[in-house]
C-alpha cells in the first residue's frame, strides 16, 4: 500500500498527514487552487541544492575529494562513486533539483565515505548521494548543523564539533567556500562519525527502541540507564514525524490511578496479569493470544504466545517457577480480571497449593486491574508500529509481542519511581542496548551441516 500523494508506504492518500495539512490550508484559504501533488514531502525521492555546477571547481584527486559548502542542500552529494567505502542502489532513484538553473538531476545511490580531514581527524560522512550529472561535491551546512556541529566562517571555514574544537577548515575555490578530504575504502574501527544527520540516526534508535518516546529517549541518555551508552549520548531527539507511531498508537482515555493502594516492597509481592485476544490473523505458529505477567515492584513483564485460553495455567505455572527461583522469594498475590480464563480450578488448586492470593476484579472493570491493562495497550500500541514501520504482514505480531516486550523492560517507564528500567530492576544489572536492530531487518541464517 503506497499513499498516491507523498509516495510513503503503509498509508492511503484519505489518511496521508500532509494531505490533510494541505487540505486543513485549502479551508483557510477557499481562494488557492486544488491541493497539488506533493513533491517535497516525499523525501524518499527528492532532495535539493541551492549551488548550480561549475566546471571550474573540479579539484578531486584519487586520493582526495573537494566539497563545496552549501546552505540549500540537503544532502550531501558526489559526482563520483570510487570515493563510497560502502553504498546502496536508490530505487527509484531520486531526483535533486538545482535551485540555481532549475533543473533536475538523478541521484543514483547513497552511500557512506571514510574521509580524514586536513586537520587529521578520522570519521565518516554518511548518506551521501551519488549524483553523476554534477561537476561540484556538495557539502550540506544543513547536515552539519543537524549533527550538533557548528559552521564558522572567518578567514575561510571552519567546522567545530560540540566542544568547540575545530576538526576541519577550508578555504574558497572561486568564490565558494570549500574543504578537503583524504578518502579510505577501508573501514576502520579508530576515529568518530563525522558530519553525520543526527536526525536519521534518532530516526534509526526511535524504530531499535520500539519507537521510543522523546521523552523516555532523554530519560534513558540523561540518567545512563543502559550500559556502553557512547553512541546513544551523542544523539538528540529530534521531532520529524513518524507515521508508524500515529497509525499504532490509538487515541484513548487514561485509566484511572489506584491512589489507595500502598507501594510494595520487594518483587513477587503482587503480580498482575491479562490475556489479550483472540488476535487475528493467528500467528504462523497459529498462536491467537497472548499472556502478560507484569511484577508489580519492578514492573519487569513476561510475555507468553497461547493458542488457547485454557494454556493460561500452564504458562502461570511457568512463570511462578521461573520467578520463585529467580528470586529465591515466594509469589503472594495474583491481581487478574474476572475473565473465564482465569476461574478453572487447575488455577484456582495451583494458587492455593502455593498460598497464593487470587484477585478477581468485578466484571467490566479493567480499570481494576488497571497495571495489566496499561500494559497489554502499550504492547499493542507497539505491536502496530513496528509492524506497519517493517511492513510486515499482520501474522507477525507474535514476534512483534515478544520483541516489544523485550524493549519494554530495558526503557524507562513512569511507573517507576527510581532511575532504573524493570531490567535492571529484575536483573540488577543495567541492560545493553548496543546489540539492538531495527525489527523487521533483514537477516541471514546459517544452517550447520552435520559432519562437516
Known amino acids: 500500500m503506497k499513499c498516491e500523494h507523498c509516495g510513503r508506504r503503509n498509508h492511503q492518500k484519505g489518511d496521508c498527514y500532509y494531505y490533510k495539512q494541505v487540505l486543513t490550508k485549502q479551508e483557510q484559504n477557499p481562494g488557492d487552487k486544488q491541493p497539488p501533488q506533493s513533491k517535497l514531502a516525499n523525501t524518499d525521492h527528492f532532495a535539493f541544492m541551492m549551488t548550480g555546477c561549475d566546471e571550474n571547481l573540479q579539484n578531486d584527486t584519487p586520493t582526495s575529494v573537494v566539497f563545496i559548502l552549501d546552505s540549500g542542500a540537503t544532502d550531501h552529494m558526489v559526482n563520483r562513486d570510487d570515493v563510497f567505502t560502502s553504498w546502496s542502489v536508490l530505487s527509484p532513484p531520486l531526483q535533486v533539483a538545482v535551485a540555481k538553473t532549475g533543473e533536475f ?10 574521509v580524514t580531514t586536513t586537520l587529521g581527524f578520522t570519521g565518516t560522512l554518511q548518506d551521501v548521494l551519488f549524483t553523476p550529472q554534477a561537476t561540484t561535491n556538495l557539502l550540506s551546512i544543513r547536515r552539519i548543523q543537524e549533527s550538533g556541529m557548528k559552521v564558522v566562517f572567518d578567514q575561510g571555514v571552519q567546522v567545530q564539533d560540540k566542544t568547540g574544537k575545530t576538526i576541519l577548515k577550508g578555504k574558497t575555490y572561486n568564490g565558494l567556500f570549500g574543504v578537503k578530504f583524504r578518502i579510505s575504502k577501508n573501514m576502520t574501527e579508530s576515529g568518530s562519525t563525522l558530519l553525520v544527520r543526527n536526525s536519521d540516526n534518532f530516526r534509526l534508535w526511535h524504530e531499535r527502541l520500539g519507537h521510543i518516546s522523546n521523552g523516555k529517549f532523554q530519560q534513558l541518555k540523561r540518567c545512563q540507564m543502559a550500559g556502553n551508552m557512547s553512541d546513544l549520548n551523542k544523539i538528540m531527539p529530534t ?24 507501594h510494595v516492597k520487594r518483587p513477587l509481592y503482587i503480580v498482575h496479569s491479562d490475556i489479550c485476544g483472540p488476535i487475528t490473523p493467528s500467528t504462523l505458529s497459529c498462536q491467537n493470544y497472548f499472556a502478560s505477567f507484569i511484577d508489580d515492584y519492578t514492573h519487569y513483564t513476561v510475555t507468553y504466545l497461547l493458542t488457547y485460553k485454557s ?11 521461573k520467578s520463585e527461583t529467580h528470586f529465591s522469594l515466594k509469589l503472594e498475590n495474583l491481581y487478574c480480571d474476572n475473565g473465564g480464563e482465569y476461574l478453572p480450578n487447575e488455577v484456582k488448586e495451583f494458587c492455593l497449593e502455593k498460598e497464593i492470593a487470587f484477585h478477581l476484579t468485578v466484571p467490566h472493570t479493567p480499570q481494576q486491574n488497571g497495571v495489566a491493562e496499561r500494559m497489554n495497550r502499550t504492547i499493542t500500541e507497539k505491536v502496530r508500529s513496528m509492524l506497519s514501520s517493517a511492513d510486515l504482514d499482520k501474522s507477525f505480531w507474535g514476534e512483534a509481542v515478544q520483541t516489544a516486550t523485550y524493549l519494554i523492560n530495558r526503557t524507562p517507564t513512569k511507573a517507576l519511581n527510581t532511575n532504573k528500567t524493570p531490567h535492571e530492576m529484575w536483573h540488577n544489572r543495567k541492560p545493553q542496548l ?14 550447520k551441516t552435520i559432519n562437516q
Not at 538531476?105 to 571514510?114: D, H, N, S, V
Not at 521531532?239 to 490511578?257: H, I, Q, S, V
Not at 500452564?314 to 517457577?321: E, G, M, W
Not at 548496543?434 to 544452517?447: D, E, I, M, Q, Y
Open 239 to 262: 521531532n520529524d514525524l513518524c507515521e508508524a507511531c500515529l497509525y499504532g498508537k490509538e487515541a484513548r482515555l487514561p485509566f484511572n490511578k489506584n491512589k489507595n493502594k500502598s
Open 311 to 321: 494454556e493460561l495455567c500452564k504458562v502461570f505455572k511457568d512463570f511462578v517457577a
Open 434 to 447: 548496543n546489540h539492538l536492530k531495527v525489527f523487521g531487518s533483514t537477516a541471514n541464517n546459517h544452517f
Open 105 to 114: 538531476m538523478t541521484a543514483t545511490k547513497r552511500g557512506l565515505i571514510q
